[in-house]
């Protein structure tokens, strides 16, 4: 037993070295950039047998570090082509973290291509000594028709948050329902089923700065009379997209070409957030004061996990941080802090001068967080004596003054007496 412990422990400690090796790398590429490939438009869709096919092509810089020279190279394999090898690679430039940029390839479909799906790789590189990564893509090609009179409505959307903020993620969520309400429908003397098909759908954004990040649904199934089916899209905004009302649209190939439908999905971008506003005067007198804030959500819908917190230069607030949580779209809640000045700060000795004061508000949209700054307002530096000391010194003036009166009077009468 003896002689089997040394072969043990190294086996242990070589193990221990290799996964120390293997790990170092795995935390450097972490740290990299790291580009990630979506298509993210498919136009038409399905791809049309003998007709050219645009493709928009999304690229995302997922790592820490800034991408310097990013490529996108397309490779086409029968039955696509290119309408010109010139265009396989397209250049993007600089990319940082967390920030994205797409490119369209123009590609054309054999005239004898079968109906199906069929692949194709797409690479991209961070610069030009960078080595090539491959990805492969599934496009299908054509469509096929049926004889189910079932149609489809669109019934609901959901967007979550309900209006964007400029740089927000979000999904779009559509219901579909099949509104027919009997199992079959007699039309010129012949029976037909009135199943509902979704052979694809596929949303598309019509406003710069909007990407949907999901491919398209494909074989969505049957859908009886009366049934629904929630199809869900993940929607990126950009930081400088623009304010207001923006367009999606929603292609659904269903039953047959007769049947194949375009949906408007509208999108709300608000940038207004949290407002901060003083409620009473901000004054700290003899080092203290309660000061008091009325806190609004401007934004269209609700907001999460809102809290605000102040900062002044040789101030300390009680709490540090005020939790509200969650807020109504217009609900305005109104917060107190208690501002106690430490003498030990350079910032309060000697001085009346105003004290700067900074609130930040903290607060969720959907699963973006974020936070806003007030800062142009200032605390005044009040010095008062102390209302109770000079009372009581009147006060004992008072009565001093009232006992010799008593005095003197006492006196008199003494005198009058005898």
Same mark, same amino acid.
């Given at each position: 037993?003896?002689?089997?412990?040394?072969?043990?422990?190294?086996?242990?400690?070589?193990?221990?070295?290799?996964?120390?090796? #293997?790990?170092?790398?795995?935390?450097?590429?972490?740290?990299?950039?790291?580009?990630?490939?979506?298509?993210?438009?498919?136009?038409?869709?399905?791809?049309?047998?003998?007709?050219?096919?645009?493709?928009?092509?999304?690229?995302?810089?997922?790592?820490?570090?800034?991408?310097?020279?990013?490529?996108?190279?397309?490779?086409?394999?029968?039955?696509?082509?290119?309408?010109?090898?010139?265009?396989?690679?397209?250049?993007?430039?600089?990319?940082?973290?967390?920030? #994205?940029?797409?490119?369209?390839?123009?590609?054309?479909?054999?005239?004898?291509?079968?109906?199906?799906?069929?692949?194709?790789?797409?690479?991209?590189?961070?610069?030009?000594?960078?080595?090539?990564?491959?990805?492969?893509?599934?496009?299908?090609?054509?469509?096929?028709?049926?004889?189910?009179?079932?149609?489809?409505?669109?019934?609901?959307?959901?967007?979550?948050?309900?209006?964007?903020?400029?740089?927000?993620?979000?999904?779009?969520?559509?219901?579909?329902?099949?509104?027919?309400?009997?199992?079959?429908?007699?039309?010129?003397?012949?029976?037909?089923?009135?199943?509902?098909?979704?052979?694809?759908?596929?949303?598309?954004?019509?406003?710069?700065?909007?990407?949907?990040?999901?491919?398209?649904?494909?074989?969505?199934?049957?859908?009886?009379?009366?049934?629904?089916?929630?199809?869900?899209?993940?929607?990126?905004?950009?930081?400088?997209?623009?304010?207001?009302?923006?367009?999606?649209?929603?292609?659904?190939?269903?039953?047959?070409?007769?049947?194949?439908?375009?949906?408007?999905?509208?999108?709300?971008?608000?940038?207004?957030?949290?407002?901060?506003?003083?409620?009473?005067?901000?004054?700290?007198?003899?080092?203290?004061?309660?000061?008091?804030?009325?806190?609004?959500?401007?934004?269209?819908?609700?907001?999460?996990?809102?809290?605000?917190?102040?900062?002044?230069?040789?101030?300390? #607030?009680?709490?540090?941080?005020? #939790?509200?949580?969650?807020?109504?779209?217009?609900?305005?809640?109104?917060?107190?802090?208690?501002?106690?000045?430490?003498?030990?700060?350079?910032?309060?000795?000697?001085?009346?001068?105003?004290?700067?004061?900074?609130?930040?508000?903290?607060?969720?949209?959907?699963?973006?967080?974020?936070?806003?700054?007030?800062?142009?307002?200032?605390?005044?530096?009040?010095?008062?004596?102390?209302?109770?000391?000079?009372?009581?010194?009147?006060?004992?003036?008072?009565?001093?003054?009232?006992?010799?009166?008593?005095?003197?009077?006492?006196?008199?009468?003494?005198?009058?007496?005898?």
């Amino acid at each position: 037993m003896t002689g089997l412990k040394t072969p043990i422990a190294f086996v242990v400690i070589f193990l221990l070295l290799v996964s120390f090796i #293997f790990a170092a790398p795995a935390s450097a590429a972490t740290a990299s950039a790291n580009l990630k490939i979506t298509i993210v438009e498919t136009n038409p869709y399905p791809a049309k047998i003998g007709q050219y096919l645009d493709l928009t092509v999304q690229v995302e810089n997922v790592g820490r570090d800034r991408a310097d020279d990013v490529d996108i190279e397309i490779v086409p394999e029968y039955p696509f082509s290119l309408d010109s090898k010139a265009n396989a690679v397209q250049n993007i430039g600089a990319l940082s973290p967390d920030k #994205f940029a797409s490119k369209e390839f123009h590609l054309f479909v054999d005239k004898n291509a079968q109906k199906g799906i069929r692949s194709i790789d797409i690479r991209t590189r961070l610069d030009k000594t960078s080595p090539w990564s491959e990805k492969t893509f599934d496009i299908r090609i054509g469509t096929e028709t049926f004889d189910s009179k079932g149609t489809l409505e669109l019934k609901e959307v959901i967007s979550n948050p309900e209006a964007f903020m400029p740089g927000d993620k979000g999904t779009v969520t559509v219901i579909l329902s099949n509104t027919a309400t009997t199992p079959t429908v007699t039309i010129d003397g012949k029976d037909y089923d009135t199943n509902a098909r979704i052979q694809a759908a596929v949303l598309r954004s019509l406003s710069d700065g909007i990407v949907v990040l999901d491919a398209p649904y494909e074989e969505m199934g049957l859908l009886g009379p009366g049934d629904s089916i929630k199809l869900t899209f993940n929607i990126m905004v950009s930081e400088d997209v623009s304010e207001g009302t923006h367009n999606l649209e929603l292609a659904i190939e269903g039953n047959s070409f007769d049947y194949n439908s375009r949906k408007n999905i509208p999108l709300e971008v608000d940038s207004s957030n949290v407002r901060v506003i003083p409620s009473k005067p901000l004054k700290l007198v003899n080092g203290e004061a309660t000061l008091e804030f009325d806190v609004a959500n401007t934004h269209p819908n609700g907001f999460d996990s809102v809290s605000i917190k102040p900062e002044a230069e040789g101030i300390k #607030f009680y709490p540090a941080e005020y #939790f509200i949580g969650p807020m109504d779209a217009d609900e305005l809640f109104t917060i107190e802090f208690d501002a106690v000045a430490d003498p030990s700060s350079d910032n309060m000795k000697g001085t009346s001068e105003p004290i700067n004061l900074s609130l930040s508000a903290s607060y969720g949209n959907g699963i973006n967080k974020h936070e806003n700054l007030v800062s142009n307002l200032q605390i005044q530096q009040v010095e008062e004596n102390q209302g109770n000391s000079s009372g009581m010194i009147v006060l004992g003036v008072l009565l001093v003054a009232l006992a010799a009166a008593g005095v003197l009077i006492y006196r008199k009468r003494q005198r009058e007496n005898k």
